[in-house]
């Protein structure tokens, strides 16, 4: 298993133009969210999917939207891109749902993360 | 509200010191609380979590409830500890994971 995996690595973008980053995990995990990261900040929860078709507002949702067509793939898109978006931007994924998961022991797996530059 | 506060950025010991790292949360039902670590250049992973009551590389980490407290602690610190540690609560709305600010770890020789 690759376990979640994120493209790209890296990216530059100027203020204004779009992109979407990429995540997919080959887990079958129902589970997926993305967090940006930011200097004491910590982890900050922008979008989560609890399953195919499912998805749901975190913490900083603005400027950013997500889907998930299939179990493998959320991608995160950034509509109009914004220096205030500099940031590193971490996918996650784990096991089970929102029902399954209140005290199971499941672990949640976070890709490499991608490090984005809005200019 | 959910809330987890790391009130300490950085921690800086010496080789062979204890380590706390503090977690506070803010949650109003029965919460389950995990320590997350991020290694230079690594991803994040599960450290421990309080419901498994096991001690993970030397750490371990007691959820005090009526302090809401979930601090991280080493009787004594390596090297190797030395990273970014994350404190995160699961609550029941939507089985969300939120983190708190982060403490960074640095262990000297």
């Known amino acids: 298993n690759a376990g979640v995996t994120q493209t790209p690595k890296f990216q530059v973008l100027k203020t204004g133009q779009s992109m979407t980053l990429q995540c997919a995990q080959d887990?079958?995990?129902?589970?997926m969210s993305w967090y940006r990261q930011d200097p004491g900040m910590g982890l900050r929860l922008i979008h989560y999917?609890?399953?195919?078709?499912?998805?749901d507002q975190g913490e900083v949702p603005n400027g950013y939207n997500v889907s998930r067509s299939t179990t493998e793939d959320f991608p995160l898109r950034l509509l109009s891109a914004a220096p205030s978006q500099t940031s590193v931007y971490f996918c996650?994924?784990?096991?089970?749902?929102?029902?399954?998961?209140?005290?199971?022991?499941?672990?949640?797996?976070f890709g490499p993360g991608t490090r984005l530059t809005v200019l | 509200a959910q809330r987890v506060t790391q009130p300490e950025k950085l921690l800086s010991v010496f080789k062979g010191a204890p380590v706390e790292l503090k977690c506070n949360y803010s949650?109003?039902?029965?919460?389950?609380l995990f320590w997350y670590v991020q290694y230079s250049r690594q991803r994040l992973q599960l450290l421990l979590r309080h419901i498994s009551r096991e001690s993970i590389k030397g750490f371990t980490a007691d959820l005090n409830k009526g302090e809401t407290s979930f601090h991280l602690k080493k009787p004594f610190a390596q090297e190797e500890d030395s990273a970014m540690y994350y404190c995160a609560l699961k609550g029941n709305q939507g089985g969300k994971l939120i983190f708190g600010q982060g403490t960074e770890l640095s262990v000297k020789p």
């Open positions: 996650a994924s784990r096991r089970s749902g929102v029902g399954a998961w209140r005290g199971s022991t499941d672990t949640q797996y």
């Open positions: 887990m079958n995990h129902e589970y």
């Open positions: 949650y109003s039902g029965s919460p389950e």
């Open positions: 999917s609890v399953g195919a078709g499912i998805t």
